[in-house]
């Protein structure tokens, strides 16, 4: 089932399906900043994006679908190469959640991972809020367990401006620090600059000059590891522009580079770079690279939040 939430500025759906964000319309211009489809079927159908939905228990990949924690090593799904992505085979992402609250401009959603999951530990609750405040969208989420287990969530929905697609808009992120993949897409272990180089977005930059310079666009985290309240990234055009808050310590970018022939909303059928996700989360396979990182690890009896904000302005307006 879809759920809307709306203010005077905003309007949201939310569907119990991987508690994903299908709409998010600006009221004053009309635009839609998400990609998705019109119902839940559409999003069952194209599983592979992720198409604005919610990622368990870990997002990003976990290298080998591997870990050490607590002494133990433990195996999880493999679904990405020899990799582990998104939470496993069948993580949070395709789900159906339980609708704990509705308000008109609020949802809360929670979901039971058993013991064993994907190989993951613990019995762990996650619980995940869409809040509307004034000209933002605020996604929050806590998780407790039964025992030491990893807890990294992020939303993955995929924003546009309005546009045929994001090459002419413009991005700006506040960190000049990023880390490479491999081949397989999965993060090193090592932290570079961006100066010089097509990740740099330490200015406003137009995507379309730096994505030619890419073969694959950009799949990279980019590195602030602090837990407080920051401006992470703003992405703009003459119409709107979408600034992301979080106390996450890291966010992958990507361009949507692998996108291609999905049938979304609006009649529209999706190609890479239609879209720009900007996955708030804790830096990728960082659990197997030791403590130099900080670490999704939530502890047995615990309990872990975050947040995510999207401010949504009309270009030029503070």
């Known amino acids: 089932m879809i759920y809307t939430i709306e203010n005077e500025f905003l309007k949201a759906q939310i569907a119990q399906l991987g508690a994903t964000l299908c709409r998010l319309i600006d009221k004053e211009s009309g635009i839609d900043l998400v990609l998705g489809f019109d119902d839940e079927d559409g999003y069952r159908k194209n599983p592979g994006p992720n198409l604005g939905a919610t990622i368990g228990r870990n997002a990003n990949r976990i290298g080998e679908a591997k870990f050490s ?16 992505l998104h939470g496993g085979v069948n993580g949070f992402a395709f789900k159906t959640w339980e609708v704990r609250e509705v308000r008109p401009d609020s949802i809360t959603l929670s979901y039971f991972s058993r013991d064993g999951e994907e190989g993951f530990p613990g019995n762990l609750t996650t619980q995940v809020t869409y809040r509307l405040e004034k000209d933002s969208l605020i996604f929050s989420f806590s998780g407790q367990s039964d025992a030491d287990t990893l807890f990294n969530i992020t939303n993955h929905s995929y924003f546009t401006l309005g546009e045929e ?16 993949v491999d081949e397989y897409s999965l993060t090193k272990d090592e932290v570079k600059e961006v100066g010089d ?18 073969e694959r666009g950009i799949d ?19 119409k709107l522009q979408l600034n992301v808050y979080s106390d996450l310590p890291d966010m992958h970018v990507y361009t949507a580079y692998y996108l291609g022939g999905e049938q979304g909303k609006y009649g529209k059928t999706y190609k890479p770079y239609d879209g720009l996700a900007l996955e ?12 130099k990182y900080l670490l999704p690890i939530l502890r047995k009896g615990e309990t872990m939040s975050h947040y995510i904000r999207y401010e949504i302005k009309t270009a030029g307006k503070e």
Do not use: H
């Not at 090459?167 to 880390?179: F, G, H, K, P, V």
């Not at 990279?220 to 003459?238: H, P």
């Open 69 to 84: 924690l607590g002494g133990k090593t433990y195996q999880l799904s493999v679904n990405d190469n020899m990799n582990q």
């Open 165 to 180: 697609d994001i090459l002419n808009d413009e991005l700006y992120i506040s960190t000049d620090r990023y880390a490479p």
């Open 197 to 214: 180089t097509p990740y740099d977005f330490t200015s406003f930059t137009r995507l379309g000059t730096n994505l030619s310079k890419l």
């Open 220 to 238: 990279n985290n980019y590195v602030w590891e602090d837990f407080g309240d920051k401006l992470m990234a703003s992405f703009r055009n003459e």
């Open 280 to 291: 708030c989360q804790y830096f990728p396979n960082g659990i197997n690279y030791g403590e």
